[in-house]
């Protein structure tokens, strides 16, 4: 396996609602096989369903033994905010490594933090303590950008927690966000997917099996058949190489309750992505999956 210098590796905390639906998984596989990513843990994200951040805790572990890693997973808020005033182990652990990363040397940067669901366990976080803000940068997949129109639909992370989305949004924090029309274009389909990843052993196997149940199930009505939006993969792209796409600074959205965005004049200057490499972010996913299956094998 190549590697890569140990000042150019960054600290990582992935957020994920990781039993929504069937990208999520894809993500973490990738985050954990990045060498330059050091995860210092994986927060269970709920997506506004009874019982859903256990489900997301569980399928975590599943990843996790599938792959032989052993990883702190951490409990998150067991709903949106308004329904959980609770601290979860989740947001604590964010304030902690948080912390820890403020004592590092000067030039050890930022704790980032992969967000790829609603972001109720990081507006917690802050919630509880503001002074962690400017030690963390916030890669979000989520909202629909800073375009201000009616929302083409209910974008799901976002309108998981609107008041979550605005409190991270307009906290100060260093945010890279990537919207509906960005993360939708990671397409890949379901025939590259039994060719490039079934075949690599057992967590290849539970990611395509996954996403093929998923995809027969009733939930799965919005989907296009036999294609798929590998949509919270950029987040853990963008982390790895920031240049994965372009992107410009623009003022931080307002989201309204439908999850259209609107113009909030005092919240501060974010990075927004227009795009992203789809072919860079599919095709490194595959190769570290395959090295992985083999040095397995």
């Known amino acids: 396996m190549y590697s890569i210098p140990e000042y150019k590796k960054i600290n990582v905390l992935i957020d994920t609602d990781a039993a929504c639906e069937a990208d999520d998984p894809f993500a973490i596989v990738h985050a954990l096989l990045s ?46 905010l308004a329904r959980d005033a609770s601290v979860s182990e989740a947001a604590d652990f964010i304030i902690e490594k948080a912390l820890e990363q403020k004592k590092l040397e000067p030039g050890a940067g930022k704790l980032y933090l992969l967000c790829q669901g609603a972001i109720t366990n990081v507006a917690m976080a802050f919630r509880k303590n503001p002074d962690i803000v400017d030690s963390v940068i916030v890669v979000w997949i989520g909202t629909h950008g800073t375009k201000v129109r009616p929302a083409p639909f209910r974008e799901f992370n976002a309108g998981n927690d609107v008041p979550a989305a605005n409190a991270v949004l307009s906290s100060g924090a260093e945010l890279w966000l990537i919207p509906s029309d960005v993360y939708r274009t990671v397409r890949v389909g379901l025939s590259e997917l039994e060719c490039k990843v079934a075949p ?96 397995k094998g």
């Open 35 to 80: 060498p330059k990513l050091r995860v210092r843990g994986i927060l269970a994200e709920h997506f506004s369903a009874p019982g859903s951040v256990r489900k997301s805790y569980d399928e975590i572990r599943t990843i996790l033994d599938a792959m032989g890693l052993d990883v702190p997973v951490l409990m998150g808020q067991d709903g949106p």
């Open 200 to 295: 690599c052993g057992q967590i290849g196997l539970h990611l395509f099996e996954n996403m093929v149940n998923y995809n027969l199930s009733e939930n799965a009505g919005w989907t296009q058949g036999e294609s798929w939006s590998l949509g919270d993969s950029p987040a853990i792209a963008a982390a790895i190489n920031p240049d994965c796409g372009h992107y410009r600074y623009e003022k931080a959205p307002f989201i309204n309750e439908d999850t259209s965005s609107a113009e909030e004049a005092g919240n501060p200057v974010i990075r927004v992505y227009r795009d992203v490499d789809t072919r860079y972010i599919l095709e490194d996913f595959f190769a570290k999956l395959q090295l992985f299956a083999r040095q």
